[in-house]
Nanobody, 124 residues
Framework: QGQLVESGGGSVQAGGSLRLSCVAS????????WQWYRQAPGKEREFVSGVRKGSKGSSTSYADSVKGRFTISQGNAKNTVYLQMDSLKPEDTAMYYC???????????????WGQGTQVTVSS
């Protein structure tokens, strides 16, 4: 059984930066579609950013609230994804989760997996 392990969370002051990482192990996929979500206390989990590698290159997407401040990237090994977070704001405080939609070789549909979450706290 595969697992996703996140790291890089922590506490910073407003304006600071953090880099989150998520590594997948135990999976044998041909396609790795990655996303980051976050959930603040008392709020629903929300999409932050996603990256997908296709035959013509990678495509990324961002929530409006993080555009221009966060950058998602996939490692050279497809089983790793990063989220560079700059100019952090107190409203970015949340538990951050990586999500992997993996598709096995020769298949059309895949499976969804979640990491355990890493806490990001931004103080004003």
């Amino acid at each position: 059984q595969g697992q996703l392990v996140e790291s890089g969370g922590g506490s910073v002051q407003a304006g600071g930066s953090l880099r989150l990482s998520c590594v997948a192990s135990g999976y044998t996929y041909c396609t790795y579609d990655w996303q980051w979500y976050r959930q603040a206390p008392g709020k629903e989990r929300e999409f932050v950013s996603g990256v997908r590698k296709g035959s013509k290159g990678s495509s990324t997407s961002y929530a409006d609230s993080v555009k221009g401040r966060f950058t998602i990237s996939q490692g050279n090994a497809k089983n790793t994804v990063y989220l560079q977070m700059d100019s952090l704001k107190p409203e970015d405080t949340a538990m951050y989760y990586c999500n992997l939609y993996g598709i096995p070789c020769g298949e059309f549909f895949g499976s969804n997996s979640w990491g355990q979450g890493t806490q990001v706290t931004v103080s004003s």
